[in-house]
């Protein structure tokens, strides 16, 4: 089973799914979860880098999902950082390296084929970009 996990979670409805799904994985294997948030911040010519969202509104979420992880006897770990636009799925893919994890557990937004071929998916990249096993939970 895999006792390290990485978990990156949005904080939408799929997110909470994965949380849950790595909570189960660590709970059999008595592993290690690494809660993952990666507020991303759009590049703009003229304006320089834009927020969409900031670190402190990403970290009251992650820390409770933290808490509840060790609250059930899970070592965890939060993580809040930023990063461009786009570039998400190869952050999740550098963490995952970092901490030398077993598994990365994101959620789907249930998007569908069509749409998620033509918008592309962080889950959709990091499945291609990652050299471990992705669990996607929907």
Do not use: C
């Not at 461009?84 to 970092?98: Q, R, S, W």
């Not at 998620?116 to 471990?132: M, N, W």
């Amino acid at each position: 089973m895999y006792d390290r996990i990485l978990v990156a979670v949005d904080h939408s409805a799929a997110s909470d799914h994965a949380l849950a799904a790595a909570k189960d994985l660590a709970t059999l294997s008595k592993g290690e979860v690494w809660v993952l948030h990666l507020a991303e911040r759009e590049v703009i010519a003229q304006m320089g880098d834009v927020p969409i969202e900031s670190n402190a509104d990403a970290a009251t979420p992650v820390g409770a999902a933290v808490k509840m992880l060790t609250d059930a006897g899970i070592t965890a770990h939060a993580e809040v950082r930023e990063t461009v636009f786009g570039h998400a799925a190869k952050e999740i893919v550098a963490d995952a390296k970092l901490h030398d994890v077993g598994v990365i557990v994101m959620g789907s937004r249930g998007r569908g084929d069509l749409a998620g071929l033509v918008l592309g998916s962080t889950a959709h990249k990091v499945i291609h970009l990652a050299d471990r096993p992705v669990l996607v939970v929907r």
